[in-house]
Structure formats: C-alpha cells, structure tokens
C-alpha cells in the first residue's frame, strides 16, 4: 500500500496519464521539408515529442526544424541505422516512432497506428505504403524490388511482410530496448523487421499515405546499391538467426562437390586398385571434410542463437505491454491528460474495489488506559510466563 507498481509506470499502463510518445526523424540535408514534417506530426499528434536527428546536413535543416519546434540532435557516423541506433539509446519513451523526414509519408495516419499499437496490444505496427498509379513517389523499379524481398523475407524467416522498406513504423518500448541495431544504413528496415519475425513478436500493418517529394527535395535512395546492401543484410540475417539453413546450404554444395570428384576416383580404384588422379582424390576428401565442419559450425552456432535469443527474450518480457487506457486512443486535435500518477494513501480503499465489511480500526494514538485486545493480551502473559 502506499507504493506504486513498476508495471503502473511501464508503457499503456498508466491509470489518466497518457503514454509518452516520441517521433524520431533522421534527416540528412532535408531543409525543404523538415519543417513541414515536424508540424504535421504535433498537428496530428498533440503532445508528441518530435526529435529530428541531423546526419551530417551541409545545409539548414537542424535550424529548421529547431524553428518548427522539434528538439535537434546531431549524429556524425552516416547513415540511417546509425541514427536509429543512436536514438534507440538516447530516447527514454512508451511509444517510438520513426518517419522519413522528406515529407512523403502521411502523418495524419500517426493516431490510428498508435492506437492500433495499444489496443492490440502490438509491439511493432508497419505503415504500408499504398500504391497510387497517378503517385510517382513509388518508382517502378523500388516497387519491384520491394515485392521481390517480401517475398523472400518471408520464405526465410517463416513469416509475411507487405512492406518491409517502409520508413513509417510504430514501436512498443518492449520492442525498441531488445533491439540491437547492427545496420549502418538504408537496410535498418531489414533488420527491424526480421527481429520481429525472429522473436514472434506480435505486430499488425496499417496502410498509409505516399506522396512525391516536394519540388527542390533530392532523394538519396539508389536502386541498385540499396538493393545490394539489402541482400547482403538478409545474408548476414540469415547466417544470425538461421546458421543451420545458412551452414546447411554451404554443407550440402561441398558434399555435392565431394561426391562428383570422387566418385570417378572410387569407381577406378575398385576396378583396378589403382588411384591414377591423386589430386582429384585429394579434392574430393578436402570438399568432405569441410562438409563436415561446416554443418559442424552450424550446430555450434544454432545453440549460440537459442542463447541469445533466450536473453532478448527475457529484456522483452522484463518490460510490460502496451495496454489500451482511455488516454491512449489519440485522435487529431484531441488534447492529451498528462496528470500526474499518484501513490494511493495507506490504508486507503481502491477505486471500484468493495471494502470489506470488518470492525473499526483502533485509534493510531490510544490513551494509556485503552483495554487490550484479549487475544494480544493473552499472547503478552503467556511470553512472560514462559520468562
């Protein structure tokens, strides 16, 4: 009594206080557009902590978004994932959320994904983007490509995704502190989707709005190299949190490899007794013994994983989920309660919790010659008694 519950202070949990939520904005020479965003978001979203995080810009994009409210910090190593990790540090929240500071990405649709994230309840909510063909923002080639890796995640990690390059996510706390941000750049959307898909965390998709950029806005996207980094990512992904098929894959070829080698070399040595090719007998037990210690090494790995993965597992659950509260379903123009959360009273009953009906409770200061309660009584005679 009298002592408030840490699972009172996790996120959704609070009783008429309502989550905090922080937008995370990477932003790298954006000046044409930051501004715009930082106001479309507390537009949409009244009390939301707008932190734009400058990557390096060469013009006035952290004066801009300063001037437009939204608190600017700066992170050096280049690169998207470098700025969500560095954000995923510093940013203490119940909410994250992480959008394109090039203004194509719709933040009216922001409420209904953080309300979808709390009444789940949900640790991760994709903002797809929805295909307009008169909306040129969506180019052919990073449409394709995008379906092509969908389906591809999915048949790797067992799961489906319809938008997994989407920069407009919505996130739990649970979900950010067991995230361990190992990108560097574009291919951090990789890496935040394959860790829900390899922890089974429970998520949902909402469709958003997707427009062109602003005329005098550059995009720094290109296909091909992003592309690449995409694929080597998976790779990598796939190698973490899958070494058995990963080890399987190299195990089967060099076994392949081993059998059409020697084979010939077995076949001519039982008719004749003789081994003429000494170096193809020597390639193919070399391409057998690797086999062997490559689906070795994915055995070693694959307990490694279950190890790691028990240890993101236990931070996860150590933080509560969000839980759907009356201060958190958000609508635009709709003014947040944040009073403060208070420790009930000693002794004080509940709200909506029936108080049993029991005799009155003594005096906190009795007079002296207040009778003792019979059995407190007697349990004093007895001690002095037994002395």
Same mark, same amino acid.
């Given at each position: 009594?009298?002592?408030?519950?840490?699972?009172?202070?996790?996120?959704?949990?609070?009783?008429?206080?309502?989550?905090?939520?922080?937008?995370?904005?990477?932003?790298?020479?954006?000046?044409?557009? *930051?501004?715009?965003?930082?106001?479309?978001?507390?537009?949409?979203?009244?009390?939301?902590? *707008?932190?734009?995080?400058?990557?390096?810009?060469?013009?006035?994009?952290?004066?801009?978004?300063?001037?437009?409210?939204?608190? $600017?910090?700066?992170?050096?190593?280049?690169?998207?994932?470098?700025?969500?990790?560095?954000?995923?540090?510093?940013?203490?929240? =119940? *909410?994250?959320?992480?959008?394109?500071? =090039?203004?194509? /990405?719709?933040?009216?649709?922001?409420?209904?994904?953080?309300?979808?994230?709390?009444?789940?309840?949900?640790?991760?909510?994709?903002?797809?983007?929805? =295909?307009?063909?008169?909306?040129?923002?969506?180019?052919?080639?990073?449409?394709?490509?995008?379906?092509?890796?969908?389906?591809?995640?999915?048949?790797?990690?067992?799961? %489906?995704?319809?938008?997994?390059?989407?920069? /407009?996510?919505? /996130?739990?706390?649970?979900?950010?502190?067991?995230?361990?941000?190992?990108?560097?750049?574009?291919?951090?959307? %990789?890496?935040?989707?394959?860790?829900?898909?390899?922890?089974?965390?429970?998520?949902?998709?909402?469709?958003?709005?997707?427009? =062109? +950029?602003?005329?005098?806005?550059?995009?720094?996207?290109? @296909?091909?190299?992003?592309?690449?980094?995409?694929?080597?990512?998976?790779?990598?992904?796939?190698?973490?949190?899958?070494?058995?098929?990963?080890?399987?894959?190299?195990?089967?070829?060099?076994?392949?490899? #081993?059998?059409?080698?020697?084979?010939?070399?077995?076949?001519?040595?039982? #008719? @004749?007794?003789?081994?003429?090719?000494?170096? %193809?007998? *020597?390639?193919?037990?070399?391409?057998?013994?690797?086999?062997?210690?490559?689906?070795?090494?994915?055995?070693?790995?694959?307990?490694?994983?279950?190890?790691?993965?028990?240890?993101?597992?236990?931070?996860?659950?150590?933080?509560?989920?969000?839980?759907?509260?009356?201060?958190? +379903?958000?609508?635009?123009?709709?003014?947040?309660?944040?009073?403060?959360?208070?420790?009930?009273?000693?002794?004080?009953?509940?709200?909506? $919790?029936?108080?049993?009906?029991?005799?009155?409770?003594?005096?906190?200061?009795?007079?002296?010659?207040?009778?003792?309660?019979?059995?407190?009584?007697?349990?004093?005679?007895?001690?002095?008694?037994?002395?």
């Amino acid at each position: 009594m009298g002592q408030i519950e840490p699972a009172q202070l996790a996120a959704g949990a609070r009783r008429g206080k309502a989550p905090r939520i922080a937008a995370i904005v990477p932003c790298h020479n954006e000046e044409v557009t *930051v501004a715009k965003v930082v106001t479309d978001l507390k537009a949409a979203v009244p009390g939301i902590t *707008v932190y734009v995080y400058d990557n390096r810009s060469t013009d006035a994009t952290a004066q801009r978004a300063r001037e437009a409210g939204a608190v $600017v910090r700066s992170e050096e190593r280049a690169g998207k994932g470098n700025v969500i990790r560095r954000a995923f540090s510093d940013i203490e929240a =119940d *909410v994250y959320v992480t959008i394109d500071g =090039d203004d194509t /990405y719709e933040a009216a649709d922001l409420p209904a994904m953080i309300d979808k994230l709390m009444s789940g309840p949900c640790d991760h909510v994709l903002g797809v983007r929805q =295909d307009d063909p008169n909306n040129s923002a969506y180019r052919p080639g990073h449409a394709a490509g995008n379906a092509a890796f969908n389906r591809l995640t999915g048949r790797l990690f067992g799961d %489906t995704v319809s938008d997994m390059l989407s920069g /407009y996510r919505v /996130y739990s706390r649970r979900f950010v502190k067991s995230f361990p941000a190992l990108s560097k750049r574009f291919e951090i959307e %990789t890496e935040l989707t394959v860790h829900q898909m390899a922890l089974r965390l429970p998520g949902a998709e909402h469709p958003v709005g997707f427009r =062109d +950029r602003p005329a005098g806005s550059e995009s720094k996207l290109s @296909t091909v190299k992003d592309g690449v980094r995409i694929l080597l990512t998976l790779a990598r992904l796939l190698r973490v949190e899958r070494p058995t098929a990963f080890y399987g894959v190299i195990t089967a070829l060099l076994a392949l490899g #081993s059998v059409c080698f020697g084979a010939p070399v077995i076949a001519e040595f039982l #008719s @004749t007794g003789l081994v003429p090719r000494l170096p %193809t007998a *020597v390639l193919a037990a070399s391409c057998a013994l690797l086999a062997a210690l490559s689906g070795v090494a994915g055995l070693v790995l694959d307990g490694q994983r279950l190890a790691r993965r028990e240890v993101a597992r236990l931070r996860y659950l150590a933080l509560a989920a969000p839980a759907p509260t009356r201060a958190s +379903r958000i609508e635009p123009g709709m003014p947040r309660r944040t009073a403060p959360l208070r420790p009930a009273r000693a002794g004080a009953p509940r709200r909506g $919790v029936p108080v049993p009906a029991t005799a009155p409770a003594a005096p906190a200061h009795a007079p002296a010659s207040a009778p003792v309660p019979r059995p407190v009584a007697a349990s004093i005679a007895a001690a002095r008694h037994v002395g």
